[in-house]
């Protein structure tokens, strides 16, 4: 059985920092993103990194302020968000996909949960 576990999320005033942390099980996949909602708003690609290699794909609007990364010994990705922004508010969820786009939320084939992340001004 595949799971996606976030974890990460929170309450940070404009200009801190967040790591997100999205733990996978069940199977091995070729990519794995970060997509967020907010109230609203449509779901938004925010990152994304191929397992193998780890070639990174990001939003303009969080380019240069977030990192996305891996960890294949414990089959987790993070998102490390910094200069945070009330804008970044949203419902921010992992994804995995064996192929398509990387920026097309219907191309994942496994979706978390999600994580709240808020972010005062």
């Known amino acids: 059985q595949v799971q996606l576990v976030e974890s990460g999320g929170g309450l940070v005033q404009a200009g801190g920092s967040l790591r997100l942390s999205c733990a996978a099980s069940?199977?091995?996949?070729?990519?794995m993103g970060w997509f967020r909602q907010a109230p609203g708003k449509e779901r938004e690609f925010v990152a994304a990194i191929r397992w193998s290699g780890g070639s990174t794909y990001y939003a303009d609007s969080v380019k240069g302020r977030s990192t996305i990364s891996r960890d294949n010994a414990k089959n987790t990705v993070y998102l490390q968000m910094n200069s945070l922004k009330p804008e970044d508010t949203a419902v921010y969820s992992c994804?995995?996909?064996?192929?398509?786009?990387?920026?097309?939320?219907?191309?994942?084939?496994?979706w978390g949960q999600g994580t709240q992340v808020t972010v005062s001004s």
């Open positions: 994804a995995a996909k064996m192929r398509g786009s990387y920026y097309l939320a219907q191309d994942y084939d496994y």
């Open positions: 069940g199977r091995t996949f070729t990519s």
